[in-house]
């Protein structure tokens, strides 16, 4: 079974069992290597996407429930190809120490600024809440979105 999923802006037909993982698709079918598996269960955001504005877990999102709908990757962040005002601040903060956490949460901190462009701390804290970091480097993380909500 073929399904249409639009990816920043260009239709791809993706061959496969509908029950397929978004991320896999992105991944594996568009090469689109931005968003990461973690844990496969909806329980990190390493995989964190958006889809027609929300955020979600590609990891557990089938492309079945994507037909006609708009996904966003970090990729489609960039403008003109360089980094946007939130992907910046990550890299001004040097948010990252492994990386592997960070599309998810760029995507996470995105979806965020976009609902809320002055967030008070506290609403940074509880909407980064669902994506984890295994290094540990919440508060420069904390800080990029903080930098990202002034710019
Ligand atoms: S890989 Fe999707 S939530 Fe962890
Ligand atoms: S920087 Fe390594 S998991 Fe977040």
Known sequence: ???????????????????????????????????????????????????????????????????????????GLLEDGKPNKVQQAFIDEQAAQCGYCIAGMVMRAQHLLNQNPDPSDEEILTGMQPNLCRCGTHAAILRAVKRAARA
């Open 1 to 75: 079974m073929s399904v249409k999923i639009k990816v920043n802006g260009t239709v791809h037909d993706i061959d496969g069992d509908p029950s397929m993982p978004l991320l896999y698709a992105l991944r594996d079918n568009i090469g689109l290597r931005g968003a990461k598996f973690g844990c496969g269960l909806g329980q990190c955001g390493a995989c964190t996407v958006h889809v027609d504005g929300r955020a979600v877990f590609s990891c557990i999102t089938p492309i079945a429930a994507l037909n006609g709908r708009a996904v966003t990757t970090t990729e």
